[in-house]
């Protein structure tokens, strides 16, 4: 099997164009690639495929082998593939995920795709549809009772669930203990993503995140729209700003005319191999 190893933020994946052929048990087969000392070493496995409605379609697997509706940094770094290999000449293309249909327009340096902005659609915040399993239409700086202790939590979908949690300083907190233990807290039927927020200005938001299935990782691109998203209904920022990650930093903005999403970053080739 050839394969693309892509990164967005440090964010990185595998990626296995499935234009040729189908693989088998995707699931077993991202356990064993993106174990880092034994593997190749990923954060999950993303296959490139034919879509029927769209341009191309995306389905990825996290390290532990659950399959996840989107993923905002691996949906840039597809959208490189595709035109840095010749798979399209357009620079706004479609792309096919679990939680819907993407949008995406490509911005290219020196003949090759340096960054992508990604029409993310609408965040839901209807408790149900995300899912949230508490009695309240909205889960809005909600106090919840985790193990650990008490946090105020905001709730999310960005095509996947996010529980969001605004902090004095992103740096100190006990990510570990934290993102687990509020990933698979019995509130989050499908468990959850996880993010802790740091409010720097108005326009600039901190972050580090605890992805579901994957653990602490150095971007998430849905959960820096989820965070934004929870920063305008907490007051706590602008509509528009920019989300620093461990990996690197996002350009978020929340607009108004057609309440939808959009995330401009970058997306990187780190090697490509056969195994």
């Known amino acids: 099997m050839k394969f693309t190893k892509m990164h967005g933020l440090g964010n990185d994946y595998i990626y296995m164009n499935c234009f040729d052929g189908e693989i088998e048990n995707p699931g077993d087969l991202a356990i064993r690639l993106s174990d880092r000392h034994k593997g190749i070493g990923s954060d999950g496995l993303v296959l490139i495929m034919p879509s029927a409605g769209c341009d191309f379609r995306m389905r990825m697997f996290n390290a532990d082998g659950t399959e996840a509706q989107m993923c905002g940094n691996a949906s840039r770094c597809v959208a490189k593939y595709v035109y840095d290999n010749g798979m399209t000449d357009h620079t706004e293309i479609t792309l096919e995920t679990l939680a819907g249909t993407r949008q995406l327009r490509l911005f290219l340096e020196d003949g090759k795709v340096k960054t992508v902005r990604v029409d993310m659609g609408k965040p839901v915040m209807t408790a149900s549809d995300i899912p949230v399993a508490l009695p309240l239409d ?138």
């Open 138 to 275: 909205e889960i809005i700086d909600c106090p919840v009772c985790f193990p650990s202790e008490t946090r105020r939590i905001t709730c999310v979908s960005m095509g996947n669930p996010h529980a969001v949690t605004f902090v004095d300083d992103v740096d100190r907190i006990p990510l570990k203990l934290w993102g687990p233990e509020t990933e698979c807290y019995p509130l989050f039927p499908e468990r959850t993503n996880v993010e802790f927020v740091q409010r720097v200005s108005p326009g600039h938001l901190k972050m580090r995140v605890w992805e579901r299935g994957a653990g602490e990782t150095q971007a998430c691109g849905t959960g820096a729209c989820a965070a934004l998203v929870a920063a305008v209904l907490t007051d706590e920022t602008k509509r528009k700003a920019t989300v620093s990650l461990p990996g690197g930093d996002l350009a978020i903005e929340w607009r108004t005319d057609d309440h939808h999403v959009y995330m401009t970053g970058e997306a990187v080739t780190v090697f490509t191999g056969e195994i």
